[in-house]
């Protein structure tokens, strides 16, 4: 993993009124901040994201430039780098970790960029799938902040069909029988397997698979889509992180 | 399960030049062949279907009226009443149960129709989905007897993302344990119950979610239908029944 930095926020009450204890996010930062500040993007992770997966945005020649804005890459709760059922402490290890919304990730990205970032202003806030609705969260939730946001593939409140499809893909992950209710010893790689499978068909549109776009991503055809999607979640992903921001993106309600 | 009939087939050449054994078509019909024989209506089941579900077709004051037409409900391989894993002699049971594909389906079909109930002319096959994939069929095969055909919910050829929402649903059953490729003892319970779940999402449009029409069905909420399709693949559908269902279904292609 690349060079990161970390904020701890100590024991943080969350919405629900529980407490996540030793909360800490990890962070990345690209450019340089501007004397009048005005140049900040906040790029938080999707799904299967991380601040590495996100430098595929990020370059002089890509959609947000360095060279011209300070950009704040803030992985999401649950993605194994910020807190997660992974690295917690062990009375919120694993199946023990609590349940975090979207409100608890902003909550706590916007004590990192006052805090420690001494931000004032929000350019924009951006992002492709869960990180877009996080970008309506931070709108939400600190309007007078944040100046723009650009969510692309994302949605303010989580419809009921992306809620089944999601159960779905659970589904698939917890009948691996290794997966014993979350307190697995060894990651429950059948269910990932599955998991990433199911997920596939969900991932891209009809028009992707019926154009054969597929092709242009580097697969001779989709048994290799799906092989490669398997291995990404059975060799990259702790099951209880995954299944922790499932439930992150089933409770998304601005 | 209710009456039917039955029609053995002996040993049949299937399209791939291998051979399925002691093959049997179970079926029943439904009102009475006219004088000239011009009221024949054929009705194939559907992927997770049976005659018995074929019923709800089936009316004097339904799509299908038993009596103005001569209605043939026939079973398709796999499904546990005509040939499948489940029923075959040791040397096809299970998981040693070949590829069937719909050209066989039609094929044996043809055969019943023919040779034992001595019908000359179709004035109809209709069904849905994989029912309505089977009218197709029909009329490809035998064009100079099938006057029409209407299949709904249904294509001749299994587009690419249908054949990817397939390898997940596969992936969900498969991931328990007790599947052991095949050969298991007792069914993979778990694994029937995700493939039900993972299906659900699938099975609906974004506007049946969308307006709640699962209400309309009787279901409270997304959870209640969920479990439903959950519990009816484990306690209806067999295993290697489904997946040898669903390798016709990818197959599909005239």
């Known amino acids: 993993m690349q060079h990161y930095e970390k904020i701890k926020l100590g024991n943080i009450k969350l ?6 204890k030793s909360a800490q996010l990890v962070y990345k930062t690209y450019g340089k901040l501007n004397k009048n500040g005005s140049n900040v993007i906040i790029l938080p992770t999707f799904y299967t994201g991380s601040h590495v ?20 890459s803030i992985n999401m709760f649950g993605n194994g780098l910020s807190s997660s059922p992974s690295n917690s402490t ?19 990205q916007h004590k990192l960029i006052t805090e420690k970032l001494k931000i004032k202003n929000i350019a924009l806030v951006t992002g492709w799938s869960m990180a877009g609705c996080q970008s309506y969260q931070w709108a939400a939730q600190y309007p007078d902040m944040v100046k723009a946001i650009l969510p692309f593939c994302a949605s303010s409140k ?6 089944v499809f999601l ?11 290794n997966w014993k209710k979350g307190n ?13 499978r199911v997920y ?10 019926r154009e054969k776009l597929y092709k242009k991503l580097g ?7 799906l092989k490669d999607w398997a291995n990404d979640h059975a060799k990259n992903w702790d099951a209880n992180n995954l299944l922790s921001k499932l439930k992150t993106w089933q409770l998304n309600d601005i």
Do not use: M
């Open 219 to 225: 697969y001779k055809n989709t048994e290799e889509l």
């Open 158 to 163: 989580t419809s009921t069909h992306n809620h």
């Open 15 to 20: 919405l629900s009124g529980k407490i996540l």
């Open 53 to 72: 997966r996100n430098e595929g945005f990020i370059g002089k020649n890509r959609a947000i430039n360095p060279n011209k804005y300070f950009i704040v």
């Open 90 to 108: 062990k009375s919120q290890y694993g199946s023990k970790f609590p349940t975090i919304t979207l409100w608890d990730n902003i909550y706590c």
């Open 167 to 177: 159960e779905g893909v659970k589904a698939a992950l917890i009948a691996d029988k």
């Open 184 to 196: 697995y010893k060894k990651q429950p790689v059948e269910g990932l397997k599955a998991f990433g």
């Open 200 to 209: 596939a068909g969900w991932a891209f549109s009809q028009d992707f698979y």
